[in-house]
Nanobody
Framework: QVQLAESGGGLVQAGDSLKLSCTSS????????MAWFRQAPGKEREFVAV????????RYADFVKGRFTISRDNGENTVYLQMNNLQPEDTAVYYC?????????????????WGQGTQVTVSS
């Protein structure tokens, strides 16, 4: 069983930055893609970003391109999401996820392991 633990969320103002962290218990962390999703109240969970096992290949949702950066430290079994120029519409619970298959898909059902989520609230 893989355990994922997110941290770094909080209440910020529009234009501020936050850096989320997600630490994995997976011993083979360095060989699997890692993704971030988010879910706002009353909305479906949506893809935010994904990084390949090496961190060299990344992909983002259109609504965060140029503002968010996903990265990873395989020595620390941790994936990060640097979020800049946050806007009220970014308010959501942010989750990290990984798949048994190593999938880097953008669909939540492709992922098998999820963290408990960390709340990000952006005030205007």
């Amino acid at each position: 069983q893989v355990q994922l633990a997110e941290s770094g969320g909080g209440l910020v103002q529009a234009g501020d930055s936050l850096k989320l962290s997600c630490t994995s218990s997976r011993r083979t962390f360095s060989t699997y893609s890692m993704a971030w999703f988010r879910q706002a109240p009353g909305k479906e969970r949506e893809f935010v970003a994904v990084t390949s096992w090496s961190g060299h290949n990344t992909r983002y949702a259109d609504f965060v391109k140029g503002r968010f950066t996903i990265s990873r430290d395989n020595g620390e079994n941790t994936v990060y999401l640097q979020m800049n120029n946050l806007q009220p519409e970014d308010t959501a619970v942010y989750y990290c996820a990984t798949a048994l298959t190593g999938s880097d898909d953008e669909l939540p059902f492709e992922y098998d392991y999820w963290g408990q989520g960390t709340q990000v609230t952006v005030s205007s």
